[in-house]
């Protein structure tokens, strides 16, 4: 079962498994999307369909915070808080090579929908994210990323095409090591409660696992 950080009638906020995608896809796999609404129909002996919003999604092989909505008054305002940039969201990152210390990375991003690949191109949306190097080892950086924008495979295709490739991304780095899972952890999201309008915030620590290993005395 994925970990559940906090439930009310409003809200469920929860940290996606890796390699678990958000909704049903072509594989098939048993998704979070219908594993949460089986919780909720069991916990709470709800008869028929149970209501779950969608508010953003992470990509299948990342794993880490994430909010759904019960109601869909709480679906509408969590959006909403989403395409206003009030929804704030960090991420770990292991990247190739000794990053600078700290940027501010812009982009137009274009998606190719047949081939799932994004790509750097006038034709896309524009993409902003900040970053802040935590640490260096191995010839590889740990980077804090705050999100501006929410765009698909934003971070993997923004630090690949400036030569800073994470570390087991196998769509977007040519050096990535077959097995080892992607170095991208959405450790903390922040928003305001839609009922309530409490600003909350959900962190996770460093993953236990490789790359995050290497810098686990950086992080508490």
Excluded: C, W
Aim: proline fraction near 4%; charge should be positive; aromatic fraction near 8%.
């Amino acid at each position: 079962m994925n970990n559940i950080l906090y439930e009310d009638n409003h809200i469920l906020v929860v940290e996606k498994k890796e390699n678990v995608p958000v909704q049903e896809d072509e594989s098939k796999d048993l998704d979070l999307l219908t594993i949460l609404k089986e919780y909720i129909k069991e916990k709470y002996q709800k008869p028929g369909n149970v209501y779950l919003g969608l508010i953003h999604r992470l990509d299948r092989p990342v794993g880490g915070v994430m909010v759904f909505a019960k109601t869909s008054k709480a679906a509408s305002r969590l959006s909403e808080q989403v395409r206003t940039h009030q929804m704030i969201k960090k991420y770990y990152a292991v990247v190739e090579g000794i990053i600078e210390e700290k940027g501010t990375l812009k982009d137009r991003l274009y998606k190719d929908q047949k081939r799932n690949i994004v790509t750097v191109d006038e034709r896309g949306k524009e993409t902003i994210l900040d970053y802040q190097r935590i640490a260096v080892k191995n010839n590889t950086s740990l980077v804090d990323i705050s999100l501006q924008t929410g765009r698909s495979h934003q971070i993997r295709v923004q630090f690949s095409s400036r030569g800073h490739a994470l570390l087991g991304d196998q769509k977007y780095n040519p050096k990535a090591i077959s097995g080892m899972q992607i170095a991208l952890f959405a450790y903390s999201l922040s928003f305001y409660h839609p009922i309530t309008k409490e600003l909350l915030t959900f962190s996770l620590p460093l993953p236990d696992r490789e790359p995050f290993r290497l810098f686990q005395d950086t992080r508490k």
